[in-house]
């Protein structure tokens, strides 16, 4: 059973810092990070494949950093310079390449709240 167990959410004030971590049973293609706020879809916010490439969705370039510990399967995220637009329920995902379909896994979600 894939499992993937997020930590390191909690209520910040504007300006501050959290840092995600996201460990996961196995080894995996590509790791990453979405978020949902109340209302609003789902986003990918960061994602990092085995080659230590990192992609981010444009309203956190510079302010977050994803990065990954391959020997113990974990990713982390790094967040800086919160705003409270970045309140959201963060979730972990494992991306997993399996013929031509890509099978994805996700963490139970974290809160995260950046108060003004």
């Known amino acids: 059973q894939v499992q993937l167990v997020e930590s390191g959410g909690g209520l910040v004030q504007a300006g501050g810092s959290l840092r995600l971590s996201c460990a996961a049973s196995?080894?995996?293609?590509?790791m990453g990070w979405y978020r949902q706020a109340p209302g609003k879809q789902r986003e990918l916010v960061a994602t990092?494949?085995?080659?230590?490439?990192?992609k981010y969705v444009d309203s956190v370039k510079g302010r977050f950093t994803i990065s990954g510990d391959n020997a113990k399967n974990t990713v982390y995220l790094q967040m800086n310079s919160l705003k409270p637009e970045d309140t959201a329920v963060y979730y972990c995902?494992?991306?997993?390449?399996?013929?031509?379909?890509?099978?994805?896994?996700w963490g139970q979600g974290t809160q995260v709240t950046v108060s003004s």
């Open positions: 196995k080894s995996f293609n590509a």
């Open positions: 995902a494992a991306f997993q390449q399996v013929f031509a379909v890509e099978r994805v896994y």
């Open positions: 990092l494949n085995n080659s230590g490439e990192t």
